[in-house]
């Protein structure tokens, strides 16, 4: 303690004297910055902070609190040190977090978002921002397992870093999604050759692992000021570039226009009806029978997913169902639905039969996801009668060497939960890859059966298919039979027995969805098509 008082004439020989008690602490400390102690005195400041070094030279961090205390009628300031070295790492490492990439490296949104809006707040000159998706990166990952999809993306910030200019900025801010900032431009026209340099380089092989890996990027570009003042105008206005882009040839390259800009706001609003229809639980389950046409009798059904919107018009999934699953919205989606089916399960046994099975469509990337399905399972235990599920898969999600066959397929098993393998033939099948799954159902897609009786070689097609799953045990299932010429086919030139499809029934409503109910189908497999609505496609 040192006695203190109004005489600032003593404040410097305070500073000594503070200098000198660093320098007696057993951590050896030197205070470096004099004028900092003495002003901590000199100025009655409550902390100050000094950079200090051990006797081996290592600095640290100090901090110094001052406290005045009256003892005896005396005034004494008492000055408190704290080494703040390892808080001040941690702190640092942090902030390192929070702004950079752990994996490439690169400055993550929240960086790029404050390096853009500074520019223009400081009246910067043109500029442009890419926003680069990796094409079919899912599906890489999944073939090449986590690890190689991790090192590909740190070599294509590599890849795109090299063949930026030195002004350049590139920040990674999804999980295959890249924004490069291209600062200054001279001429808007200038950024044009920039990126198709980029994508070019893009397409050049990778090799990881011994793995030779071709890629491509479907990229869409902005320019400030002429389509933004802000960095999320002119980002989402790349995004949706790059979402054209995705529409129509991946791997390319295209400029924001106005049209993109009413496109990008109808995505907008259906995003957000999507999120508001999660809230409210505005899914409905339409059903679909399965129909053993030999017999007549139901022997399954699968779930459908509608959407009635707001204003009560019931939506078919293909108005929405890309772009929720892009959103990541499908898994609560899929438990709405599951809900559904659990409380009108009544109505399922009257309609379809307690023993038909039941039929639930999992998206390619939900399959894949162990979370998920450990979800969906426990859910589908929780019923009480798990064996009479069966999920439908379309061929995609079996592409993985790791998740699905390791370990979500072992657990679909232990609980008797049926694995269907949907659109048969329109996917990436391979003989391999069948003979390693252990499905109990191929569904063949509509494609080959639409017409079939007057197509020769989709009849050929589907020869091969069904020997192909008499082979190897499973049960085949003709989707899209719509027609009696189509049926009369099936009876006659094969010895397939199930079949789905308009012919047999719509998909129908089993409760009233504020709107007319749909008619059940009969016992005999036939419904009364005037009456029940429906659409094509999965889910």
């Known amino acids: 303690m040192t006695p203190g008082g109004a005489d600032q004439a003593n404040e410097p020989r305070r500073g000594d004297i503070i200098a000198r008690v660093l320098e007696k602490l057993p951590l050896g400390l030197a205070i470096h910055d004099r004028a900092a102690g003495t002003s901590l005195f000199a100025n009655a400041a409550a902390h100050a902070f000094a950079k200090s070094q051990e006797g081996d030279g290592e600095h640290r961090d100090v901090e110094a609190v001052r406290h005045v205390v009256e003892v005896a009628g005396r005034s004494y300031d008492v000055l408190c040190l704290t080494d703040m070295t390892e808080r001040r790492r941690v702190e640092d490492e942090l902030a390192k977090r929070a702004f950079f990439d752990d994996l490439t490296g690169l400055p993550k949104t929240n960086l790029m978002q404050q390096t853009v809006n500074a520019m223009i707040a400081e009246g910067a000159p043109p500029f442009a921002l890419s926003f680069i998706d990796v094409d079919n990166f899912k599906f890489i990952n999944d073939y090449y397992g986590h690890g190689v999809g991790d090192q590909l993306l740190v070599k294509i910030a590599k890849r795109i870093s090299e063949n930026s200019r030195n002004t350049d900025l590139l920040a990674r801010v999804g999980g295959d999604e890249f924004v490069l900032l291209t600062a200054p431009l001279s001429t808007p026209d200038e950024v044009g050759p920039e990126v198709e340099r980029l994508s070019a380089r893009f397409r050049e092989p990778f090799f990881i692992d011994g793995f030779e890996i071709f890629a491509s990027a479907s990229i869409g570009v902005s320019l400030y000021p002429a389509h933004g003042q802000s960095y999320e105008i002119l980002r989402a206005a790349a995004d949706s570039a790059m979402y054209r882009v995705k529409e129509s040839a991946k791997g390319g390259i295209r400029l924001f226009d106005a049209n993109l800009s009413e496109a990008a706001t109808a995505r907008m609003e259906v995003e957000q009806r999507l999120r508001l229809a999660i809230r409210d639980r505005s899914f409905l389950c339409a059903f679909q029978p399965k129909v053993d046409f ?72 939900q399959a894949t996801d162990l979370a998920f399905m450990q979800t969906l399972v426990a859910r589908l235990v929780q019923t009480g009668y798990p064996s009479r599920f069966v999920v439908e898969l379309t061929e995609e999600a079996f592409l993985s060497k790791g998740e699905f066959q390791s370990h979500i397929l072992p657990m679909l098993r232990e609980h008797g939960i049926g694995v269907s393998i949907d659109d048969f033939g329109v996917g990436y099948s391979s003989l391999s890859m069948l003979a390693e799954i252990t499905a109990d159902e191929l569904k063949v897609d509509r494609s080959f059966i639409t017409g079939i009786h007057a197509k020769p070689r989709n009849q050929t097609i589907l020869k091969v298919i069904e020997l192909l799953g008499s082979a190897l045990g499973l049960r085949i299932v003709v989707e899209g039979v719509e027609t009696y010429e189509e049926l009369a086919y099936l009876q006659a030139a094969t010895r397939i027995t199930v079949a789905q499809g308009y012919y047999f029934a719509k998909p129908m409503f089993l409760t009233e969805p504020s709107r007319p109910s749909t008619e059940a189908p009969s016992r005999g497999g036939r419904s009364q098509r005037g009456n029940a609505r429906g659409s094509h496609g999965r889910y």
């Open 294 to 365: 030999r017999t007549d009798e139901i022997v399954g059904l699968e779930v459908l997913l509608r959407w009635r919107d707001e204003n009560g018009t019931i939506r078919a999934p293909g108005d929405f169902i890309k772009l929720a699953i892009e959103l990541g919205l499908m898994d609560e989606i899929s438990m709405i639905l599951l809900d559904q089916v659990v409380e009108q399960i009544d109505e399922i046994n009257d309609a379809f039969g307690a023993n038909a099975s039941i039929s639930l469509n999992v998206a390619a990337r």
